[in-house]
């Protein structure tokens, strides 16, 4: 939850001071970006059902909330989709010894 918000706001402005950004910086960036989306929405998750739901104690949504919510949490797919980058990133260029300018 906040952990993961305040690590990856930290990542974002690690990566954003960098004055020459390379393709590990992006992709680190734009991960934490997803990660910061889907850690905000998990955190706020169960106060967006609608109240109408009986067996909720903090239900306070409504039907847009909970769509809402719904939406930033499928959004959150994203971090898994750029760490899969990541990993082909780290595979062709440790691995294959290909250049980042290649890649690029």
């Not at 239900?59 to 971090?79: D, K, M, P, W, Y």
Request: net charge positive; proline share 3%.
């Amino acid at each position: 939850g906040m952990l993961s918000c305040v690590c990856s706001w930290w990542i974002i402005a690690l990566a954003l001071m960098r004055p020459k950004r390379k393709t590990f910086h992006r992709l680190l960036l734009l991960m934490s970006a997803f990660d910061i989306v889907s850690s905000f929405a998990w955190m706020i998750q169960p106060f967006m059902i609608p109240k109408t739901e009986e067996d909720r104690i903090w239900a306070v949504g409504n039907e847009r909330t909970c769509s809402a919510i719904g939406f930033f949490s499928q959004l959150g797919f994203g971090t898994v989709f750029y760490n899969g980058c990541l990993n082909t990133f780290y595979l062709l260029t440790i691995r294959f010894r290909m250049d980042e300018k290649k890649l690029a």
